[in-house]
């Protein structure tokens, strides 16, 4: 015999809206039990650990990251090797490139046009437009003396290969660390920042598709750069990572 439908006039009782991975987080700060549902589970049984949205992180405080006087661009020979100097004598340093944007079918960038590393303190911005630039920044890059940190790496390998004829090595790309502890997907520095930190990290679109190629960079181009890899050295220094996920660097 088919079940009986309710009738129009019976409410359903509406089933209350999931908590957000902020509200989740504010209740663990205040010490209250986690009424959330379970995490989904990942085929080895563990739960899988939820990355926040972009809206989420909108509601964190922001990423303070360095201040102009912090931001340097050598132009010199010497400034070049100096900051050279620096980079190798850390180990470890903060990581991206930054090229010229193709808005049309077919056409090809030629980048990157700005390679920046970032130390605890710093950040060194190279446009490869300089001379003394490039193989200062090529000899870096092939260094195994120190460990270059950051996120979504693959494209960048592909432009340094064709701009400077180099395999990069020593590069620890974060999105394989976060996929190894369970995340899904690659995550990327904006949404590792919410997760790792409890920050926001706004990125602007504008800035992002600006001319990386031109002579002089605007300061909030520094800016932007300079804190794409000075946020994923402190990214990196909040995992703690172990000696074994270092070692298996790509």
């Known amino acids: 015999m088919p079940k009986s439908l309710p009738h129009k006039s019976q409410k359903q009782t509406p089933r209350p809206p999931k908590p ?9 700060l205040l010490g209250k039990p986690d009424k959330s549902p379970p995490k989904p ?8 650990p939820v990355a926040p949205t972009k809206a989420e992180t909108s509601l964190l405080r922001p ?5 102009p006087d912090r931001i340097h661009v050598p132009k010199t020979k010497a400034e070049c ?13 903060g990581f991206d490139t930054e090229a010229k944007p193709t808005f049309r079918a077919g056409e090809k960038s030629g980048g990157p046009h700005v390679v ?3 130390l605890t303190d710093k950040a060194f911005i190279f446009q490869l437009h300089r001379s003394d630039s490039l193989k200062v920044v090529a000899d870096l890059l092939e260094s ?6 950051g996120f979504g790496l693959k494209n960048d390998h592909g432009q340094i290969r064709n701009r400077l004829g180099v395999k990069p090595n020593g590069v620890l790309d974060l999105d394989h660390i976060f996929r190894k502890r ?5 995550i990327g520095v904006r949404a590792a920042m919410g997760a790792v930190l409890n920050l926001s990290f706004p990125k602007s679109k504008s800035t992002t598709t600006s001319n990386w190629a031109a002579a002089e960079l605007t300061p909030r181009q520094l800016r932007y750069a300079a804190n794409d890899a000075f946020a994923a050295l402190k ?8 000696p074994a996920e270092i070692r298996g660097k790509r």
Do not use: C, N, P
């Open 63 to 67: 990423f303070a990251g360095l201040s």
């Open 235 to 242: 990214i990196m220094e909040a995992l703690d990572l172990q």
């Open 20 to 28: 957000s991975w902020l509200s989740r987080s504010i209740a663990r």
């Open 41 to 48: 589970a990942s085929s080895h049984g563990k739960v899988r």
């Open 144 to 149: 195994e003396r120190v460990l270059k940190v």
């Open 81 to 93: 090797e100096a900051a050279a100097d620096e980079i190798l004598a850390a180990g470890v340093a």
């Open 182 to 186: 369970g995340y899904k997907g690659q």
């Open 116 to 118: 920046q590393f970032a």
